[in-house]
């Protein structure tokens, strides 16, 4: 725009002149001199060029007029042009990656992958985990999910902790350093938690390993980036541990939660039905004891509706996502972990009693979009 504006001073100059009488200071000397030549005093050289200002500003308009689109025109193919190398650049890293995602469907942190999976049009296979015998990541010390292998050319690579995945992949995308060395910036520390058990806690999985002018090029400064960050990790920290007691909030709600882990997990038909009532009453109550756990209100659903009306604060009303015009790191965690929700009674009140609506519904149309 900004070339645009430049390029379209001329007419502003030529009309302002033509209407004011007054002379365009932005010129260059000689303009000037021949602008004062034929709007000087009378002589013969006047009286014989009489109407001659009026001409030479009609053509001063059309000229800069002329020249205001073509340099608008080529701004706006230079500008599309850009856009289209990034793509393509992103397209040739991202067809180069073999991804498959260990998961359990209704697990918020895997959602949290599928989204940043789909918003990027990262083509991936999912292999859902029976949550009982976990079977399928029998070939990982590391026995949570998600799990997301990586095939680059003759590397691959094993990525967990859903934080850790999104930030090693975005900085893939945009650096396009080798994976292999991505994953090193993301080292596993084992840690104790505060019910004495030991965890393993991932160093630096909120950062995107960039350099300076990739950090500019993706954020635009710094008060961004680390607004991300901190979003990232409340969703991690306090929006998902909101999940659970709120569709196991009472025995029925309890129950229909079941009722859809076993219809889109991955379960035998004993263990279905085993899982769908024991696991119902089960849930139920461990829910109770995470309430008490995270310092929850009587009802949890006041604790859920503050969660999501503060994240609508914090986006504003002046931008549809927190990333800007388009979905950032924050924005896919938040709609992940809130999307396993979808179809219980926690989701529909959740949407009926806070503000989110309007954004969620533009997060569902931006990851609908992506480009395939």
């Known amino acids: 725009m ?29 303009s000037r001199a021949g602008f004062a030549g034929a709007a000087g005093g009378p002589g013969p050289a006047a ?59 209704t697990c918020p ?20 985990v029976n949550p009982v015998r976990r079977a399928e990541i029998k070939f990982s010390s590391y026995r949570k999910v998600p799990i997301l292998l990586a095939q680059e050319g003759e590397s691959l690579q094993q990525l967990n902790d859903s934080s850790v995945i ?85 025995p029925a709600e309890a129950l229909a939660s079941f009722d859809y882990i076993v219809r889109e997990g991955k379960f035998g038909a004993v263990e279905g039905a085993v899982a769908k009532y024991m696991g119902a009453a089960a849930m139920y109550l461990i829910s109770k004891r995470l309430k008490s756990r995270h310092h929850l209100q009587d009802d949890v659903r006041e604790d859920l509706y503050e969660a999501a009306n503060k994240w609508v604060a914090a986006v504003g009303k002046d931008r549809p996502f927190m990333g800007g015009q388009k979905p950032n790191l924050a924005d896919l965690a938040v709609y992940g972990v809130l999307r396993v929700m979808e179809g219980l009674e926690a989701f529909d009140d959740l949407m009926c009693h806070t503000r989110i609506k309007p954004w969620y519904l533009r997060m569902e149309k931006a990851i609908a979009e992506a480009p395939q």
């Open 47 to 105: 009286t014989a060029r009489k109407g001659s200002p009026r001409l030479l500003g009609a053509a001063a308009l059309a000229l800069g007029g002329v020249l205001g689109l073509y340099h608008t025109a080529r701004w706006h193919l230079r500008a599309q042009d850009l856009r289209a190398q990034r793509s393509a650049a992103q397209l040739s890293l991202s067809s180069r990656l073999q991804l498959t995602l260990y998961q359990y469907k």
């Open 166 to 250: 999104i930030s090693a992949l975005k900085t893939y995308l945009v650096s396009g350093q080798p994976l292999e060395d991505i994953v090193t910036y993301y080292p596993p520390m084992k840690a104790v938690n505060d019910q004495g058990k030991e965890v393993t806690e991932f160093c630096n999985k909120y950062w995107l390993m960039l350099d300076e002018k990739e950090a500019q090029r993706m954020y635009g400064g710094k008060e961004a980036r680390t607004e991300e960050m901190k979003w990232r990790q409340w969703a991690d920290d306090w929006l998902v541990h909101l999940i659970s007691p709120n569709v196991y909030r009472t």
């Open 2 to 30: 900004a070339q645009a504006a430049r390029a379209l001073w001329p007419v502003g100059h030529a009309l302002a002149w033509r209407l004011g009488g007054r002379l365009p200071s932005g010129l260059p000397a000689q």
């Open 109 to 128: 942190f895997c959602s949290k992958v599928r989204a940043f999976l789909d918003f990027h049009a990262l083509p991936y296979q999912v292999v859902e």
